[in-house]
């Protein structure tokens, strides 16, 4: 990530920070988030923020009314016994079950407000779970699951869960904030996958 080090050395520790000290901060954080021109910029000022509210602590603990955390934790123990097994069969009837869009309440919007990056860490583990288990079945070796199951598993996930569009309305009235927004998805998204090669 590109940091930016003026940010960083203005917050190194909240509990380090007088009252003052972390209010200035956060105004510059939150300043930040308004004004940066690079993701990576407003990403670390919403980590920095988190940190200085006490959002951290809140992620940390997956207990919330919001969603069913026990059922998260589960299926991550179930997991890790199928992977062990490489039972691939049993992988893709795990991730079938919890490719939902708001699967035991994780996308539930409260879950969403309280930090200004991210969620519940045991949401956000379960997340990236489901998805690198399904890199998992796409790249498994044929005597594991053969060819057809995979394209089976695949085309009734891409059913279930439709596809994903980005709406910009407005006209040309907002045109140009809405050129800056796919900019920098694009931007975004052509740099994860130079990272990934």
Not at 7 to 18: A, K, N, T, Y
Not at 39 to 59: I, N
Not at 92 to 111: A, C, E, H, T
Not at 129 to 135: A, D, H, T, V, W
């Amino acid at each position: 990530m590109n940091t930016n080090p003026e940010l960083r050395s203005q917050i190194s520790s909240s509990s380090e920070l007088s009252e003052a000290e972390c209010t200035q901060s956060k105004l510059h954080c939150y300043h930040t988030l308004q004004t940066a021109r690079q993701y990576e910029d407003w990403l670390q000022a919403a980590e920095l923020l988190d940190g200085l509210e006490g959002s951290h602590a809140w992620k940390a603990d997956a207990k919330s009314s919001y969603y069913d955390h026990t059922l998260i934790r589960e299926r991550l123990r179930q997991l890790q016994l199928l992977e062990a097994n490489e039972d691939f069969e049993s992988i893709v009837s795990w991730l079938r079950s919890g490719l939902q869009r708001n699967f035991v309440g994780i996308g539930n919007q409260s879950l969403y407000e309280y930090s200004h990056l991210g969620t519940k860490l045991l949401i956000e583990k379960h997340q990236r779970e489901l998805i690198r288990m399904m890199y998992s079945v796409a790249n498994a070796r044929d005597d594991l699951i053969s060819v057809e199951a995979r394209l089976a598993f695949f085309t009734e996930s891409r059913h279930a869960l439709g596809k994903t569009s980005l709406l910009l309305s407005g006209g040309l009235r907002y045109g140009m904030y809405h050129f800056g927004v796919v900019k920098a998805l694009y931007e975004h998204v052509r740099d994860q996958r130079l990272t990934r090669s």
